[in-house]
């Protein structure tokens, strides 16, 4: 992700062990305005998790003009695709600039971009699809290709008032073109990943001061990972904010730990709101073993990132273990 006038922080979130972290977070937002859009369907479809798509195609949709869906491509059933659920069989397809106008209640927004690199058609050389994507001052995506595997890239933005959101797909060259599957739109609590006005801010790793998270900031999400369990679904995420929890076994480098798990407590507090993380972040966890030699032992995750860019790291902690002191 690159930034055409203002700076990008990435972010990750990983659950840890023993206490917690206090923050303060307004409620979270109606979600009577979050959007799921079905690049390249029709009408209302259904995910497996029981989510309903809103398709854009169609000379009453509010998503698209009818000039610039005239000059796109609709392609669906994708040839060798192992994904058959919405919103990634069909896909809308761009050799020009086209841009979505969307309209939501201002505040702070999770942007979920969908893609599923299969061949649709013989015409279109997936080898070919370089694009960028952009929305008000900030480049999400730049010169991006997707791979072989079907992704999911998420982003925070603010909206202000009165203020259209409009994503913008730009094909790299005159040869290449741009493609998207579905394109999600969630409300999120104030100050959830933003700092709020007379917060501290963030600690700024090897300096003596805090960093503020502006809502003239745009937020890439990198890792978010579920330490000691199981990977979370969205549906399963807590708050409707709808985030996926991976678990981090892919990332941990294992020595001498254990795993703990309890689901039988209890998850209460009265500094951080429920939608912060689902209760199973917190009824799992890593620990270096209870013995008098552990202090020779740690806990490291190696989580490969791009230089250039700040990070937000945020570390979740609950004490699910009596003899924890």
Known sequence: M?????FFVYLFSVSFFFNYLTITVTAKPSS???????????????????????????????????????????????????????????????????????????????????????????????????????????????????????????????VLQNQTLNITFT???????????????????????????????????????????????????????????HSISPINDSGNLFRKWLNHTNFFLASNVNSISNGAIQINSTSIPPYTAPKEVYQTARTTRTSEDNKRYNLTWRLPVDSGFKYLVRLHFCKIQPEVK
């Open 32 to 158: 009577i305005n979050d959007i799921m859009l079905n690049c390249g369907s029709s009408g209302i479809s259904t995910d497996p998790d029981g989510r309903e798509w809103t398709g854009d195609v169609g000379i009453h949709s509010k998503f698209v003009s009818l000039e610039q869906s005239n000059n796109t491509f609709i392609l669906f059933n994708p040839h060798g695709s192992s994904i058959d659920h919405d919103p990634y069989k069909t896909a809308r397809i761009f050799h020009s600039q086209f841009t979505y106008t969307i309209r939501v209640s201002p505040g702070q927004k999770f942007i979920r971009l969908y893609f599923n690199p299969s061949t649709y058609h013989d015409n279109f050389d997936m080898s070919k699809a370089f694009f960028t994507v952009t929305t008000g001052p900030f480049t999400l995506l730049s010169n991006f290709s997707i791979g072989s595997k079907s992704l999911v890239k998420e982003f925070c933005v603010n």
């Open 2 to 6: 690159q930034n055409s006038s203002r």
């Open 171 to 229: 094909p790299s060259t005159n040869t290449s073109y741009a493609f998207i599957n579905g394109i999600e739109i969630v409300s999120m609590p104030t100050s959830l990943y933003y700092s709020q006005f007379g917060d501290k801010g963030a600690r700024l790793v090897g300096h003596n001061s805090q960093f503020h998270i502006q809502n003239n900031s745009a937020l890439e999400m990198i890792y978010r990972l579920n330490v000691g369990g």
